[in-house]
């Protein structure tokens, strides 16, 4: 088994990862004349300072707009509308001088019911006491996502293009083909949890919001920077918000999303703009959800110490209740047979492995340890630094040959920031994780999420956005060994000398006016 202590050490005080090649993480500085020459197009700043916020309402602020003149009937009807039923009530019950007493003191009793009853099931599942901003906080894939400036960032699954969201809920597309670089924005797009692209498809883009889904249909001809809001279909479900993960089929002919709220994963059918709830008791709601590459399975965690593995042919699902806490991220092997998964609290990376046999059960029996992630320091010249701790998120490579383990680090520990730690990862004989080395950003900074390419050509391609805004690609070139790849054609021979621009390259055919 496989532990932080076999790595190399961290790199040393202002040096930034910029390669693999020869099986070495090359170093730099952030102002090397390489590194500028090869990651230009894509290299991006996005400061915090630049971006404002959403406001959000304040309900103090309201009596500066109501009419104080309106009726009870009109005060209740906004409170059902603000608040629901809980809202109703409290507006009836203090009413006493408008309604009748016997109203008033039934819907305070009713209301006093329904708060106790809220406070036993918020005991029982300790989230739902949580405000939406902070749920989305605790269960995002995105570390510290309140006070990142990029809290999402989605590859195409088939061209060099990528979309990404703002703190200020506005979504930038860019692709370094073309000078125009759509942003858009809809009133309903608050808090974007994620974006996913749609499988076999040039323009669709799924996004996670506070309310609801939304997909942006973004003509890649257009040379209109603004996407109208009628470019952006519409997706909610009463009591399914705020959502907080989504995935694609690989077909693209369905989209799941999760909501921790929801005990219910809803599936899509996005040209129907109908959804059917797939529905298990226990959990508390879906927090996170992954669709394996071969389209057969899909991973759905709870906030609860279990998770759910469904299989989409009879969309039946096996359990795995038996966790010390829940499970944080997770991420499939190419070919859909292995999943890696992460558990709050643990400092492990576990793995389960399904076989598809005839007259054999296609799951596993029981989840194995393939890495160890505890605490480890390393003498460096700048003194002591300790890395290890719990996982944030994992991110597997197309190729099935680079695992990337956002690790959370300690904010209160001197030296024990989070960092990025990348393994070998091996299937035969046995499946095995080998050391590769740490992904390190410019001084002061730390990983906030991260994503590999899906389809690059020489290796793999880790896109990696950080705590001050940058968002940085570190490419990690070797040959195939052999892992069946889906949809992408042979493997060019390593870079000799300064590796090729992998801007340049084709995947996918877009026409760009």
Same mark, same amino acid.
């Given at each position: ?19 693999? !090649? ?63 039923? $809980? ?8 009413? #006493? ?13 009713? +209301? ?33 996502? %309140? ?33 125009? *670089? ?22 669709? +883009? ?11 249909? !973004?003509?890649?001809? $257009? ?27 690989? $077909? ?14 809803? !599936?899509? =059918? ?32 709870? %906030? #609860? ?31 859909? #047979? ?45 003194? =002591? ?27 209160? *520990? ?6 990025? *730690? !990348? ?19 410019? %001084? ?15 290796? *793999? ?5 950080? $705590? ?46």
């Amino acid at each position: 088994m496989c532990s932080l202590a076999l790595f190399p050490p961290p790199l040393p005080s202002g040096q930034t990862t910029l390669c693999e !090649v020869n099986n070495e993480l090359l170093a730099g500085t952030a102002s090397d004349g390489c590194l500028k020459q090869e990651l230009g197009p894509l290299s991006l700043h996005f400061p915090r300072e630049s971006l404002k916020p959403h406001s959000r309402p304040e309900s103090s602020s309201k009596s500066a707009f109501l009419d104080h003149c309106e009726t009870l009937w009109m005060r209740s009807a906004a409170a059902w509308r603000d608040a629901g039923l $809980s809202g109703l009530l409290d507006e009836i019950a203090s009413s #006493s001088a408008e309604v009748p007493k016997w109203l008033t003191v039934s819907s305070g009793c009713v +209301l006093a019911l329904l708060r106790w009853v809220s406070s036993f099931h918020g005991s029982l599942f300790p989230h739902l006491t949580l405000s939406s901003e902070n749920m989305i906080t605790e269960f995002s894939q995105v570390l510290n996502w %309140p006070d990142c400036a990029v809290r999402a960032f989605a590859w195409h699954p088939h061209t060099e293009k990528f979309a990404l969201a703002l703190l200020d809920d506005s979504i930038k597309i860019y692709n370094p083909k073309s000078a125009t *670089a759509p942003v858009l924005k809809h009133r309903l797009q608050r808090s974007v949890a994620a974006v996913q692209w749609k499988p076999l498809c040039a323009s669709a +883009l799924a996004v996670a919001c506070h309310n609801c889904l939304l997909v942006w249909h !973004v003509d890649p001809t $257009s040379l209109s920077t603004r996407p109208s809001s009628g470019c952006a279909q519409v997706l909610s479900h009463a009591g399914h918000s705020p959502v907080t993960s989504i995935a694609w089929s690989p $077909s693209g002919s369905l989209l799941v999303s999760a909501s921790p709220v929801d005990t219910a994963m809803m !599936v899509w =059918d996005v040209a129907a703009e109908s959804c059917v709830p797939l529905q298990r008791v226990g959990g508390g709601g879906v927090t996170f959800l992954s669709w394996s590459p071969d389209g057969s399975r899909v991973l759905a965690s709870t %906030p #609860s110490a279990l998770f759910r593995v469904w299989e989409t042919r009879m969309w039946t699902c096996e359990i795995w209740p038996s966790l010390k806490g829940r499970c944080q991220s997770g991420c499939w092997s190419p070919d859909g #047979s292995r999943l890696l998964f992460s558990v709050q609290g643990e400092t492990v990376i576990y793995a389960l492995t399904f076989t598809d046999v005839p007259g054999m059960s296609g799951g596993p029996k029981a989840a194995a340890v393939v890495a160890d992630l505890s605490e480890t320091t390393f003498t460096t010249p700048d003194g =002591d630094i300790m890395v290890g701790g719990e996982v944030q998120s994992l991110a597997w490579d197309a190729r099935g040959e680079r695992l990337a383990v956002l690790l959370k680090g300690d904010p209160l *520990a001197v030296g024990c920031s989070a960092t990025i *730690a !990348v393994f070998k990862t091996r299937a035969n004989p046995v499946f095995e994780l080998l050391p590769c080395g740490f992904v390190q950003g410019e %001084p002061g900074t730390e990983p906030r999420l991260m994503q590999f390419h899906p389809n690059f050509q020489q290796g *793999a391609l880790l896109t990696v956005c950080w $705590s001050n805004g940058r968002i940085t690609h570190v490419p990690f070139y070797f040959t195939s060994a052999g892992v069946p790849q889906l949809g992408v054609g042979g493997n060019p021979p390593l870079p000799q000398g300064r590796p090729a621009d992998y801007a340049d390259q084709t995947l996918y055919t877009e026409l760009i006016s």
